[in-house]
């Protein structure tokens, strides 16, 4: 199994240099996990080390494509508070 | 009786002989320090009100990785119509930031201080930012080179930071408090673990407490930062102004939260508000007695360069760089002459207004006791009032009081760029700016147009168009003289009388 960066990746770098497989990479548009290389961080850390550090809610996914960091997980913000907000500010 | 202006002891100044250029500064930030400590500072522009119209600074944006997540950054933000930290907009590798830096020195002299803020964590991206400041202290000798962090990784760091020529770091703490810092720490990654609330924050505030202890010891200065953040940590912040000044910190900047919903940070959408002007500088004003406070700070983005709070870096975009030829060994002689020439103009000024410091104040000499006014000021430099009040960005504010004058803060006139309250058919940008004057008495001012004068008059601001090209004490005290020469603050203080009775 292995791990996958999506498009709402910001290129902060702070995943590549933890990966144990070096197998983060610098691809465009956004940096690329080789799912060759990916283990999962399994027998080096608990946690899947990218997925950790990561500050944006929903740009790793998993093995089943599900988002290891799902919103509101690591900003605190409500969902339903940030949609409630969000359509305000479109509103004005 | 007399009125000095404060910050200037004249006492070091006949020992000392007024020989060290930092004789005589009008920062009262500055004016408590020790003179090696001055002597350090005296051409920063971050660390002086007065350096910072003769001196520019910088940061590359080498540093994207953070280890942390405060609550008022998100980490996705990048927009270059704003100017707030950790907004960056040009991602540069340690070779292009020495190039951008060699570029920008070459072509703005002035500048002399280049800093690592981000838009992540400087610490957090060691290698680039050590490669960075490697190249600098061997290729621009000339620069004095600093950064900021929020402390998570300084202790290991420290070591290598001594290494570099680097004589200033900032650390950002808002905290001594673990319960209070898990309300503006979401979490932090420590030891390969994203650590959550209360555990996170206390092992931030241990590992900040401890690097700021290691870095005094290795004599080096630290400034630290704090963001006021009403409801959260506002009345914290005084304890944490003594824990950090006891520990060897040489200065504290408190600053505003700037939190708007549209910025997406937990703060702005949360509708978690920002302190007014008086809050700030109320909690400033308490602070003071423990710890030097910074009261200039134009809170830059992680990529900004030129003169504090003007941004020149769309002229240094890293095509318009790479089109230029930079022969640096040629740009630091003529750099080293023209700050030698600044160096020259701000001694003569300083002098001459330490010579003017004592101002009689005979005439009024009735024995009362009269309230201290805000006023403020409309200047582009130089020490003097010689700006349009329309064409002012920001205001410097002044206190005048029976103590004499002190510079207080800046304001910004025209606002963040906040999509709303300013641009559409709400309020009027002059109605705005009144606004930020709130507070202030008078406005001092080289010219005036009739519409802002009657709606400043309205708001109870008195326009001042009488001292320009005066210098800003000299003219701030002036105008306080006429205030209790005509009565204006008796009216007021028999009027609270009659109110009270």
Redesign the interface.
């Given at each position: 199994m292995s791990l996958e960066i999506i498009e709402s990746c910001v290129n902060c770098w702070a995943c590549e240099p933890l990966c144990p497989n070096d197998a983060i990479y610098e691809a465009s548009p956004t940096l690329m996990i080789d799912p060759v290389k990916c283990t999962e961080c399994e027998g080096d850390f608990s946690d899947p080390q990218c997925a950790t550090i990561c500050p944006i809610e929903g740009a790793i996914l998993d093995g089943f494509g599900e988002e290891i960091n799902p919103p509101g997980s690591l900003t605190g913000i409500p969902p339903e508070k940030m949609t409630e907000v969000m359509a305000e500010i479109q509103a004005r | 009786m007399e009125l000095k202006v404060l910050g200037q002891d004249e006492t070091t100044t006949v020992e000392k002989g007024c020989s060290a250029s930092s004789c005589g500064s009008n920062d009262d930030q500055l004016s408590h320090l020790p003179d090696d400590i001055r002597e350090k500072v005296h051409n920063h522009p971050c660390y002086s009100e007065d350096a910072h119209h003769y001196f520019a600074r910088m940061h590359v944006a080498v540093a994207?990785?953070?280890?942390i997540?405060c609550?008022y950054c998100?980490?996705?933000y990048?927009c270059s119509n704003e100017s707030r930290p950790g907004v960056v907009s040009e991602?540069l590798t340690p070779e292009q930031a020495v190039k951008k830096v060699k570029a920008v020195a070459a072509n703005i002299p002035q500048m002399t201080v280049l800093g690592i803020a981000g838009p992540?964590d400087p610490l957090?991206?060691l290698?680039r930012t050590f490669d960075t400041f490697r190249m600098l202290s061997e290729q621009t000798p000339d620069i004095k080179l600093c950064v900021s962090t929020n402390g998570l990784a300084l202790p290991e760091a420290v070591e290598e930071l001594s290494k570099h020529n680097i004589d200033h770091v900032t650390i950002t703490i808002n905290t001594v408090d673990p319960e209070i810092g898990a309300k503006i720490y979401?979490?932090i990654?420590w030891n390969?673990?994203?650590i959550k609330g209360v555990k996170g924050a206390k092992i931030l505030i241990e590992q900040q407490q401890k690097g700021l202890q290691m870095l005094v010891d290795k004599g080096i200065l630290v400034k630290v930062n704090s963001v006021m953040i009403p409801g959260v940590n506002e009345e914290h912040l005084q304890e944490v102004s003594k824990v950090v000044k006891q520990k060897g910190a040489f200065l504290h900047n408190v600053m505003p939260l700037i939190a708007e919903?549209?910025h997406?940070?937990?703060y702005g959408?949360?509708g978690q508000r920002s302190p007014n002007a008086k809050e700030l500088q109320d909690l400033q004003d308490a602070c003071s007695g423990d710890m030097n406070m910074m009261r200039h700070c134009r809170q830059c983005r992680a990529d900004a360069v030129g003169l504090l709070g003007e941004d020149r870096g769309d002229e240094f975009t890293m095509d318009k760089i790479e089109a230029m030829d930079i022969d640096y060994n040629a740009a630091m002689v003529k750099r080293a002459a023209i700050h030698e020439g600044i160096k020259q103009e701000l001694d003569a000024k300083r002098a001459e207004s330490s010579e003017k410091n004592i101002v009689p104040l005979e005439s009024i000499a009735d024995g009362k006791e009269y309230r201290p006014v805000l006023m403020a000021v409309a200047t582009s430099g130089g020490g003097v009032i010689n700006q349009h009040f329309g064409h002012a960005k920001e205001f410097l504010i002044y206190e005048a009081s029976m103590e004499g004058v002190r510079f207080i803060s800046h304001r910004k006139a025209d606002q963040y760029c906040e999509?709303?309250v300013s641009c559409g058919d709400g309020e009027s940008i002059l109605s705005l700016t009144i606004k930020t004057l709130e507070g202030c008495e008078a406005v001092l001012c080289s010219k005036i147009g009739y519409e802002p004068w009657d709606l400043l008059e309205e708001a109870g601001i008195v326009p001042n168009g009488d001292h320009a090209m005066e210098a800003i004490e000299d003219a701030v005290l002036a105008v306080y003289q006429e205030m209790i020469a005509n009565g204006k603050l008796d009216e007021e203080a028999a009027a609270v009388a009659e109110a009270g009775a």
């Open positions: - | 994207p990785a953070c280890n997540q609550h998100n980490r996705k990048d991602l992540g957090a991206n290698d979401p979490w990654f390969n673990r994203r919903a549209e997406g940070t937990f959408v949360m999509g709303n």
